[in-house]
């Protein structure tokens, strides 16, 4: 797979070492230069796919030219070792539920295949560090993302993780799941904030007297490792819909970065039959502003229920652009966008329990609300909607549970971290302690 730098074009490289770099030298993004159509055979045999075996064939879509067929498998296997199951919620609506892997929510797909791409990388091309020794992966994380690339690093050979998470300032349940995993991850507790974590892990990158030692990478959410796998579920969704309504689908994927989104804009461009995508934003409603007026204008966020998606300069948006050559009208006839308010959010989760026994997390129901505004115009008349539900309703059971009035039982698999002893290196927000633990002093 060759790929570009979004900012300045001339600058080329290939899957395995973009993997490892994260963002382009220049700053840009790292872009497939060209999308390979799948064949109709490959749709075909599509509805009687594993979700292991689809990844395996879009995979080697991707990237078989760098990883041979008897590498790629295993790797991709492990990877994907649970399933995106498609839910009828309602008479005309699904949900695709991308909670099912270690951390419950939709990044277990990309961390777990950025992790096996990084390893991979490095045993084809080994170190360039002079040192030698572990990789080291170091992220501040304000609660989810760190525990999604831990689980995604668990065991990864020649890779160890350092997450730095502010002390007292994340969830009993969050905390639990950075530092009861043992093996190659390490949980630091900071004596700090969430953005004293990320001044930390920014001064390490920057301390050469620190990368002169040890080799040093951050995991970053717009590596394109982490993005190519999110194509894969709208794959699945299809093959789990009635063959009827396979060519009538609507694609509705709650926003923030629109990184779930640019999966799905891949998929179609591989030959996925999609009618229209739906990028529904809450209140941080930059993306559909700019459709409607067709000028983008960055703003700060603002906090809303469903905060994963609190983002005013969607990350992923300059990849969207290059996916349509800049063509405003080109974007507008593929992708319509609504924004959902904060009190129609909680009442959807509200109203769609009630009715319909499907509980969902405030992402997931900002999709699900702008969703049902859709299908209710008379050009989608015949069609079905597929909401991507992003996390499991239990890890955002503080949100709801005051609109729902009741409790939301905690699933097994994060009552089992509960259970499990915490283990963690306090530190103060001290660069000079960070470094010391890095360096093994
Ligand atoms: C639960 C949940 N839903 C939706 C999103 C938005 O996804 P994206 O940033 O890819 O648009 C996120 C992002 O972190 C998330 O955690």
């Given at each position: 797979?060759?790929?570009?730098?979004?900012?300045s074009?001339?600058?080329?490289?290939?899957?395995?070492?973009?993997?490892?770099?994260?963002?382009?030298?220049?700053?840009?993004?790292?872009?497939?230069?060209?999308?390979?159509?799948?064949?109709?055979?490959?749709f075909?045999?599509?509805?009687?796919?594993?979700f292991?075996?689809?990844?395996?064939?879009?995979?080697?879509?991707?990237?078989?030219?760098?990883?041979?067929?008897?590498?790629?498998?295993?790797?991709?296997?492990?990877?994907?070792?649970?399933?995106?199951?498609?839910?009828?919620?309602?008479?005309?609506l699904y949900?695709?539920e991308?909670?099912?892997?270690?951390?419950?929510?939709?990044?277990?797909?990309?961390?777990?295949?950025?992790?096996?791409?990084?390893?991979?990388?490095?045993?084809?091309?080994?170190?360039?560090?002079p040192?030698?020794?572990?990789?080291?992966?170091?992220?501040?994380?304000?609660?989810?993302?760190?525990?999604?690339?831990?689980?995604?690093?668990?065991?990864?050979?020649?890779?160890?993780v350092?997450?730095?998470y502010?002390?007292?300032?994340?969830?009993?349940?969050?905390?639990?799941?950075?530092?009861?995993m043992?093996?190659?991850?390490?949980?630091?507790?900071?004596?700090?904030?969430?953005?004293d974590?990320?001044?930390?892990?920014?001064?390490?990158?920057?301390?050469a007297?620190?990368?002169?030692?040890i080799?040093?990478?951050?995991a970053?959410?717009?590596?394109?490792?982490?993005?190519?796998?999110?194509?894969?579920?709208?794959?699945?969704a299809?093959?789990?819909?009635?063959?009827?309504?396979?060519?009538?689908?609507?694609?509705?994927?709650?926003?923030?970065?629109?990184?779930?989104?640019t999966?799905?804009?891949?998929?179609?461009?591989?030959?996925?039959?999609?009618?229209?995508?739906?990028?529904?934003?809450?209140?941080?409603?930059?993306?559909?502003?700019?459709?409607?007026?067709?000028?983008?204008?960055?703003?700060?966020s603002?906090?809303?229920?469903?905060?994963?998606?609190?983002?005013?300069?969607?990350?992923?948006?300059?990849?969207?652009?290059?996916?349509?050559?800049?063509?405003?009208?080109?974007?507008r006839?593929?992708?319509?966008?609504?924004?959902?308010?904060?009190?129609?959010?909680?009442a959807t989760?509200?109203?769609v329990?009630?009715?319909?026994?499907y509980?969902?997390?405030?992402?997931?129901?900002?999709?699900?609300a702008?969703?049902e505004?859709?299908?209710?115009e008379?050009?989608?008349?015949?069609?079905?909607g597929?909401v991507?539900?992003?996390?499991?309703?239990?890890?955002?059971?503080?949100?709801?549970?005051?609109?729902?009035?009741k409790t939301?039982a905690l699933?097994?698999?994060l009552?089992?971290?509960v259970?499990k002893?915490?283990?963690?290196?306090?530190?103060?927000?001290?660069?000079?302690r960070?470094?010391?633990?890095?360096?093994g002093?």
């Amino acid at each position: 797979m060759n790929l570009y730098s979004t900012n300045s074009h001339a600058l080329h490289t290939d899957f395995l070492h973009a993997a490892m770099q994260g963002l382009a030298g220049d700053g840009g993004l790292w872009m497939p230069e060209a999308l390979p159509r799948l064949s109709a055979e490959f749709f075909h045999d599509l509805p009687s796919l594993s979700f292991a075996e689809m990844a395996v064939r879009v995979m080697q879509a991707y990237i078989g030219d760098e990883v041979p067929a008897q590498d790629l498998e295993p790797f991709v296997r492990d990877a994907f070792n649970f399933d995106a199951p498609l839910v009828r919620v309602s008479d005309r609506l699904y949900a695709l539920e991308l909670f099912h892997g270690p951390t419950l929510a939709f990044k277990d797909f990309g961390a777990r295949f950025m992790a096996r791409a990084m390893s991979y990388s490095r045993k084809i091309f080994g170190t360039t560090h002079p040192k030698g020794g572990d990789l080291c992966v170091l992220v501040a994380t304000s609660g989810d993302t760190g525990s999604a690339v831990a689980h995604g690093f668990w065991n990864v050979p020649g890779i160890r993780v350092v997450i730095l998470y502010p002390q007292g300032k994340v969830s009993d349940v969050q905390e639990k799941q950075l530092t009861t995993m043992g093996a190659n991850i390490a949980a630091l507790e900071v004596q700090g904030t969430f953005d004293d974590c990320q001044a930390l892990v920014k001064r390490a990158f920057q301390d050469a007297s620190l990368t002169q030692e040890i080799e040093l990478t951050s995991a970053n959410s717009i590596n394109i490792a982490r993005l190519l796998p999110q194509s894969l579920y709208y794959f699945r969704a299809w093959a789990q819909l009635p063959a009827e309504a396979r060519n009538s689908a609507v694609f509705c994927t709650p926003s923030g970065n629109f990184g779930n989104l640019t999966g799905g804009l891949f998929a179609q461009k591989m030959g996925l039959p999609v009618k229209k995508f739906l990028a529904a934003t809450n209140r941080n409603d930059t993306f559909p502003q700019y459709l409607l007026s067709g000028t983008y204008n960055a703003k700060p966020s603002v906090e809303t229920p469903s905060n994963a998606m609190d983002v005013g300069n969607p990350s992923n948006f300059v990849r969207i652009q290059e996916l349509y050559n800049g063509s405003i009208d080109a974007v507008r006839r593929d992708i319509r966008s609504a924004s959902v308010s904060d009190e129609e959010t909680l009442a959807t989760v509200v109203r769609v329990e009630k009715e319909h026994g499907y509980l969902m997390c405030p992402h997931t129901a900002v999709g699900y609300a702008a969703t049902e505004r859709l299908l209710a115009e008379p050009e989608f008349a015949d069609s079905v909607g597929i909401v991507l539900a992003t996390a499991h309703p239990a890890k955002f059971g503080t949100v709801i549970e005051p609109a729902l009035g009741k409790t939301v039982a905690l699933p097994e698999r994060l009552q089992d971290y509960v259970r499990k002893e915490k283990r963690s290196t306090v530190i103060p927000n001290d660069y000079a302690r960070l470094k010391a633990y890095l360096l093994g002093n």
